[in-house]
């Protein structure tokens, strides 16, 4: 490592990888391609554009409907947790108020009670949230896929050669923001 590399900071670093990607990326794109009928591709008719997924996932109709079968098992979750902590608590109250009373025996049945419901509680509260994360997944890939097919679609229907994901852009011009054509396709299907 030189001592100018060392002075480097990790900003720069950073710049100087973004700018050789850059410079590499035009000297590809400026070299004849081949597709897949072998015919070369020249710079100028390099067809790109870009889609911003998280706006295409948060205008999706589709996801709102998403959201709402989440919330509504999260809330069925959550009735039943709040159900087992009433329980729980009521059986706490009665062995505290009964505590004198009781024979030893059944006070240490009562307190045995308590700690296999507060175990399923926790036991239960631990699989609802598991449930619910893996509903939340499946639900998010499935409206990936579709966002992914939908711009497959565009791409094939309008004959792109790239299209990027927004957030890897450094810039681009809105003229080649795909996202609402994304949004069109997958609206128009979640309609009808």
Known sequence: MTEGDRLMSEPARILRSVVAALILAAFAISVPLQTSTAQPLKAGSFKV???????????????????NEVDAEFNRSDEEIKAKKQDIAKLREEIEQ????LTEQRLGE????LSQRQLELRLFAQKAQSDLDRL??????EI?????NAV?????????DLIFKKRHLLWGSPALDL???????LNKQEGT
């Open 110 to 113: 009562l307190k045995d009670q």
């Open 144 to 148: 990936i896929d579709e966002i992914e």
């Open 49 to 67: 554009g870009f889609v911003d997924m998280e706006e295409a996932f948060n205008g999706y109709l589709k996801t709102k409907t998403a959201s």
């Open 136 to 141: 939340e997944r499946k639900k998010t890939m």
């Open 179 to 185: 996202t609402g054509s994304v949004l069109d396709i």
């Open 152 to 160: 497959k679609e565009i791409g094939t229907k309008e004959g792109f």
């Open 98 to 101: 009964k505590e004198a009373i």
